[in-house]
């Protein structure tokens, strides 16, 4: 059974690099017919794609955000991780990690699957 | 705002049908596959729907995905109050080089 679990600080000060981490079980980060995404939820929110490294440690990122975001994977450990800089107010939000289907070469056909329980993170000083 | 349009809300009776929308456009919905997830309040989302009509082991043929053209559709069948959850829609965006989601719908079993 494939799971994933969210840890990082639940509060960061405004300015200041929000970090995360998703531990992985039941599958390998490196099995290459996977990604592995960040998501996000502000509050009474819909879902934001942060962005999502493929097994080579390539990735991709919303535009929105690509200047503050670093996904990376750490093998080894079976994990990946976020980091987000320079937050503010607005990057408060329930952050949740996701393995990726599918592929993106045509017509994407992306799915998120499993998710894991979703950690918050407020911003605040 | 969010790239993809659902309705805010929907709410039906047990044991009735309900159908929640998703719109978009020829760079998202039009050109790619849609993905359906519900989410009880509280907790993480998960998959209901992929390559649009597609159901994950162990969900159950009440839920049903269609797409034309720019729109999709969630389709749910034989209402139960369990169903009672935020539904959002999901797609790649081949102009934006981004996955994008619709702002999810609450269904309310009346």
Same mark, same amino acid.
């Given at each position: $059974?494939? $799971?994933?679990?969210?840890?990082? !600080?639940?509060?960061? &000060?405004?300015?200041?690099?929000?970090?995360?981490?998703?531990?992985?079980?039941?599958?390998?980060?490196?099995?290459?017919?996977?990604?592995?995404?960040?998501?996000?939820?502000? !509050?009474?929110?819909?879902?934001?794609?942060?962005?999502?490294?493929?097994?080579?440690?390539?990735?991709?990122?919303?535009?929105?955000?690509?200047?503050?975001?670093?996904?990376?994977?750490? &093998?080894?450990?079976?994990?990946?991780?976020? &980091?987000?800089?320079?937050?503010?107010?607005?990057?408060?939000?329930?952050?949740?990690?996701?393995?990726?289907?599918?592929?993106?070469?045509?017509?994407?056909?992306?799915?998120?699957? !499993?998710?894991? $329980?979703?950690?918050?993170?407020?911003?605040?000083? | 705002?969010?790239?993809?349009?659902?309705?805010?809300?929907?709410?039906?009776?047990?044991?009735?049908?309900?159908?929640?929308?998703?719109?978009?456009?020829?760079?998202?919905?039009?050109?790619?596959?849609?993905?359906?997830?519900?989410?009880?309040?509280?907790?993480?989302?998960?998959?209901?729907?992929?390559?649009?009509?597609?159901?994950?082991?162990?969900?159950?043929?009440?839920?049903?995905?269609?797409?034309?053209?720019?729109?999709?559709?969630?389709?749910?069948?034989?209402?139960?109050?369990?169903?009672?959850?935020?539904?959002?829609?999901?797609?790649?965006?081949?102009?934006?080089?981004?996955?994008?989601?619709?702002?999810?719908?609450?269904?309310?079993?009346?």
């Amino acid at each position: $059974q494939v $799971q994933l679990q969210e840890s990082g !600080p639940g509060l960061v &000060k405004p300015s200041e690099t929000l970090s995360l981490t998703c531990t992985v079980s039941g599958v390998s980060v490196s099995t290459p017919i996977y990604r592995w995404a960040w998501m996000r939820q502000a !509050p009474g929110r819909g879902l934001e794609w942060i962005g999502d490294s493929y097994y080579s440690g390539g990735t991709e990122n919303n535009p929105s955000l690509r200047s503050r975001v670093t996904i990376s994977l750490d &093998k080894s450990k079976n994990q990946f991780s976020l &980091k987000l800089t320079s937050v503010t107010s607005a990057d408060t939000a329930v952050y949740f990690c996701a393995r990726v289907s599918g592929d993106r070469v045509g017509p994407t056909d992306d799915w998120f699957d !499993p998710w894991g $329980q979703g950690t918050l993170v407020t911003v605040s000083s | 705002q969010s790239v993809l349009t659902q309705p805010p809300s929907v709410s039906a009776a047990p044991g009735q049908k309900v159908t929640i929308s998703c719109s978009g456009s020829s760079s998202n919905v039009g050109d790619n596959y849609v993905s359906w997830y519900h989410q009880l309040p509280g907790t993480a989302p998960k998959l209901l729907i992929y390559q649009n009509n597609k159901r994950p082991s162990g969900i159950p043929d009440r839920f049903s995905g269609s797409k034309s053209g720019t729109s999709a559709t969630l389709g749910i069948t034989g209402l139960q109050t369990g169903d009672e959850a935020d539904y959002h829609c999901g797609t790649w965006d081949t102009s934006l080089s981004a996955v994008v989601f619709g702002g999810g719908t609450r269904l309310t079993v009346l």
